[in-house]
Protein backbone atom coordinates (compact mmCIF):
# COMPACT_ATOMS: atom_id res chain seq x y z
CA UNK A 1 0.00 0.00 0.00
CA UNK A 2 2.90 2.61 0.57
CA UNK A 3 4.89 1.61 -2.35
CA UNK A 4 1.22 1.86 -4.47
CA UNK A 5 0.53 4.80 -2.89
CA UNK A 6 3.71 6.70 -3.55
CA UNK A 7 3.20 5.46 -7.47
CA UNK A 8 -0.15 6.13 -7.97
CA UNK A 9 1.00 9.88 -6.61
CA UNK A 10 3.31 10.35 -9.03
CA UNK A 11 1.08 9.07 -12.04
CA UNK A 12 -1.68 11.66 -10.45
CA UNK A 13 0.83 14.58 -10.49
CA UNK A 14 1.64 13.85 -14.55
CA UNK A 15 -2.25 13.53 -15.16
CA UNK A 16 -2.55 17.44 -13.42
CA UNK A 17 0.24 17.99 -15.92
CA UNK A 18 -0.72 17.18 -19.15
CA UNK A 19 -4.43 18.34 -17.76
CA UNK A 20 -3.34 22.20 -17.46
CA UNK A 21 -5.70 22.92 -15.12
CA UNK A 22 -2.89 24.15 -12.75
CA UNK A 23 -1.43 20.92 -10.02
CA UNK A 24 -1.94 20.55 -6.41
CA UNK A 25 -0.81 22.91 -4.20
CA UNK A 26 2.68 21.29 -3.37
CA UNK A 27 3.22 21.32 -6.97
CA UNK A 28 2.14 24.18 -7.39
CA UNK A 29 5.10 25.58 -4.59
CA UNK A 30 7.80 23.03 -7.15
CA UNK A 31 6.77 25.11 -10.32
CA UNK A 32 7.11 28.20 -8.55
CA UNK A 33 10.45 26.87 -7.07
CA UNK A 34 11.60 25.67 -10.35
CA UNK A 35 10.61 29.02 -12.30
CA UNK A 36 13.51 30.78 -10.49
CA UNK A 37 15.75 27.71 -9.82
CA UNK A 38 16.03 26.05 -13.54
CA UNK A 39 17.12 22.09 -12.87
CA UNK A 40 15.33 19.40 -13.76
CA UNK A 41 11.95 18.43 -12.38
CA UNK A 42 12.63 14.52 -10.60
CA UNK A 43 16.14 16.33 -9.06
CA UNK A 44 14.69 19.52 -7.82
CA UNK A 45 12.06 17.35 -6.11
CA UNK A 46 14.47 15.40 -4.05
CA UNK A 47 16.08 18.82 -3.06
CA UNK A 48 13.01 20.19 -1.90
CA UNK A 49 11.62 17.22 0.07
CA UNK A 50 14.98 16.56 1.62
CA UNK A 51 14.77 20.27 3.37
CA UNK A 52 10.97 19.27 4.44
CA UNK A 53 12.72 15.78 5.55
CA UNK A 54 14.41 17.51 8.18
CA UNK A 55 11.90 19.57 9.62
CA UNK A 56 9.76 15.85 10.01
CA UNK A 57 13.25 14.20 11.41
CA UNK A 58 12.99 17.19 13.80
CA UNK A 59 9.32 17.93 15.10
CA UNK A 60 8.36 13.86 14.75
CA UNK A 61 10.04 10.91 13.24
CA UNK A 62 6.93 8.32 14.01
CA UNK A 63 5.69 9.69 10.04
CA UNK A 64 9.82 8.66 8.44
CA UNK A 65 9.44 5.74 6.69
CA UNK A 66 9.53 3.24 3.47
CA UNK A 67 7.33 5.48 1.88
CA UNK A 68 8.91 8.86 2.71
CA UNK A 69 11.46 7.31 0.90
CA UNK A 70 9.91 5.81 -1.68
CA UNK A 71 8.31 9.46 -2.31
CA UNK A 72 11.33 11.73 -2.20
CA UNK A 73 13.50 9.28 -4.64
CA UNK A 74 10.88 8.10 -6.87
CA UNK A 75 7.93 10.57 -7.00
CA UNK A 76 9.60 12.98 -9.31
CA UNK A 77 10.68 10.65 -12.02
CA UNK A 78 7.34 8.70 -12.29
CA UNK A 79 5.74 12.25 -13.25
CA UNK A 80 8.03 12.92 -15.87
CA UNK A 81 7.54 9.38 -17.03
CA UNK A 82 3.57 10.02 -17.08
CA UNK A 83 3.89 13.45 -18.23
CA UNK A 84 6.27 11.79 -21.16
CA UNK A 85 3.66 8.99 -21.30
CA UNK A 86 0.22 11.24 -22.00
CA UNK A 87 2.24 13.80 -24.26
CA UNK A 88 2.67 10.90 -26.83
CA UNK A 89 -0.58 9.75 -26.61
CA UNK A 90 -2.41 12.87 -26.27
CA UNK A 91 0.08 15.43 -28.20
CA UNK A 92 -2.75 17.97 -28.00
CA UNK A 93 -5.54 16.88 -25.85
CA UNK A 94 -8.74 17.72 -26.19
CA UNK A 95 -10.81 19.45 -24.01
CA UNK A 96 -12.96 16.30 -22.93
CA UNK A 97 -9.77 14.29 -22.20
CA UNK A 98 -8.10 17.17 -20.38
CA UNK A 99 -11.30 17.29 -17.93
CA UNK A 100 -11.05 13.41 -17.18
CA UNK A 101 -7.30 13.71 -16.59
CA UNK A 102 -7.93 16.68 -14.04
CA UNK A 103 -10.76 14.34 -12.81
CA UNK A 104 -8.79 11.11 -12.38
CA UNK A 105 -5.62 12.88 -10.87
CA UNK A 106 -7.43 14.55 -8.29
CA UNK A 107 -9.13 11.23 -7.08
CA UNK A 108 -5.54 9.47 -7.96
CA UNK A 109 -3.91 11.79 -5.88
CA UNK A 110 -6.31 11.84 -2.57
CA UNK A 111 -6.32 7.58 -3.07
CA UNK A 112 -2.98 7.56 -3.03
CA UNK A 113 -2.43 9.11 0.37
CA UNK A 114 -4.86 7.56 1.97
CA UNK A 115 -3.58 4.31 0.80
CA UNK A 116 0.24 5.26 2.51
CA UNK A 117 -1.28 6.81 5.55
CA UNK A 118 -3.25 3.67 6.59
CA UNK A 119 -0.70 1.75 5.79
CA UNK A 120 1.54 3.39 8.48
CA UNK A 121 4.88 3.21 6.68
CA UNK A 122 5.93 6.58 6.43
CA UNK A 123 4.29 9.78 4.65
CA UNK A 124 5.66 12.27 2.24
CA UNK A 125 7.53 15.39 3.69
CA UNK A 126 5.07 17.14 2.90
CA UNK A 127 2.03 15.68 4.33
CA UNK A 128 3.72 15.25 7.28
CA UNK A 129 3.77 18.68 7.93
CA UNK A 130 -0.36 18.61 8.13
CA UNK A 131 -0.43 15.40 10.60
CA UNK A 132 2.44 16.78 12.91
CA UNK A 133 0.41 19.74 13.84
CA UNK A 134 -2.77 17.86 13.99
CA UNK A 135 -1.77 14.71 15.84
CA UNK A 136 1.37 15.35 17.17
CA UNK A 137 0.92 19.28 18.39
CA UNK A 138 -2.88 18.76 19.39
CA UNK A 139 -3.68 21.49 16.89
CA UNK A 140 -6.91 21.35 14.74
CA UNK A 141 -8.78 18.49 12.68
CA UNK A 142 -6.36 17.51 9.86
CA UNK A 143 -8.14 18.36 6.90
CA UNK A 144 -8.76 22.07 8.17
CA UNK A 145 -4.64 22.09 8.50
CA UNK A 146 -4.12 20.59 5.06
CA UNK A 147 -6.41 23.30 3.73
CA UNK A 148 -4.41 26.29 5.57
CA UNK A 149 -1.14 24.71 4.02
CA UNK A 150 -2.40 23.77 0.81
CA UNK A 151 -2.98 27.61 0.38
CA UNK A 152 -0.06 28.59 1.75
CA UNK A 153 1.89 26.50 -0.73
CA UNK A 154 -0.31 28.26 -3.61
CA UNK A 155 0.30 31.84 -2.58
CA UNK A 156 4.12 31.10 -2.27
CA UNK A 157 3.99 29.21 -5.80
CA UNK A 158 1.92 31.74 -7.39
CA UNK A 159 4.76 34.35 -6.09
CA UNK A 160 7.45 32.66 -7.53
CA UNK A 161 6.00 31.68 -10.85
CA UNK A 162 5.55 35.72 -11.16
CA UNK A 163 8.86 36.11 -9.32
CA UNK A 164 10.67 33.48 -12.29
CA UNK A 165 8.97 34.03 -14.94
CA UNK A 166 6.21 37.32 -14.74
CA UNK A 167 2.25 36.65 -14.56
CA UNK A 168 2.23 34.44 -17.81
CA UNK A 169 4.50 31.36 -15.46
CA UNK A 170 1.28 31.49 -13.32
CA UNK A 171 -1.03 29.78 -15.81
CA UNK A 172 0.71 26.72 -15.91
CA UNK A 173 1.21 26.16 -12.25
CA UNK A 174 -1.92 27.80 -10.94
CA UNK A 175 -5.79 26.93 -12.29
CA UNK A 176 -8.77 25.53 -11.33
CA UNK A 177 -7.41 22.16 -10.77
CA UNK A 178 -5.06 23.72 -7.84
CA UNK A 179 -8.43 25.63 -6.26
CA UNK A 180 -10.67 22.34 -6.27
CA UNK A 181 -7.28 20.41 -4.44
CA UNK A 182 -6.37 23.23 -2.18
CA UNK A 183 -10.18 23.70 -0.56
CA UNK A 184 -11.19 19.38 -1.02
CA UNK A 185 -7.70 17.42 -0.85
CA UNK A 186 -7.76 17.15 2.80
CA UNK A 187 -11.40 16.17 3.18
CA UNK A 188 -11.09 13.78 0.87
CA UNK A 189 -7.79 12.09 1.73
CA UNK A 190 -9.85 11.60 5.37
CA UNK A 191 -13.13 10.39 3.18
CA UNK A 192 -11.15 7.50 1.73
CA UNK A 193 -9.02 7.00 4.97
CA UNK A 194 -12.61 6.66 6.92
CA UNK A 195 -14.03 4.44 4.14
CA UNK A 196 -11.60 2.62 2.00
CA UNK A 197 -7.75 2.38 3.27
CA UNK A 198 -8.29 1.91 6.99
CA UNK A 199 -10.91 -1.09 6.36
CA UNK A 200 -8.71 -2.61 4.20
CA UNK A 201 -5.53 -2.87 6.66
CA UNK A 202 -8.00 -4.11 9.41
CA UNK A 203 -9.44 -6.26 6.79
Same mark, same amino acid.
Given at each position: ??????????I???????? /?F? %????????????? !? !??I?F?????? =? &????????????? &????? /?? +?C???????V?EG??????????????? %??? +????????? &?C? /??A?????? +?GV? $????I??? %? $???WK !?????? &???I??????????????????? /????????I? $? =?I $??????P +?????? !??????? %?R?
Amino acid at each position: MSIGGVLLCGISVGMFKTA /AFG %VDPFQALMSGIQA !V !VPIRFGTLYML =V &NACLLLFALFMDR &NYIGI /AT +LCNLTLLGYVTEGTQFLLNSVFPQPLLA %VRI +LLLAAGIIF &NCL /AAAFYFSAD +LGVS $TYDAISLI %V $TYGWK !VGQFKY &NRIISDICCVVLGAGLCIAGSGL /AGIGSAVGIG $T =VI $TMFFMGP +LIEWFR !VHMTDRM %VRA
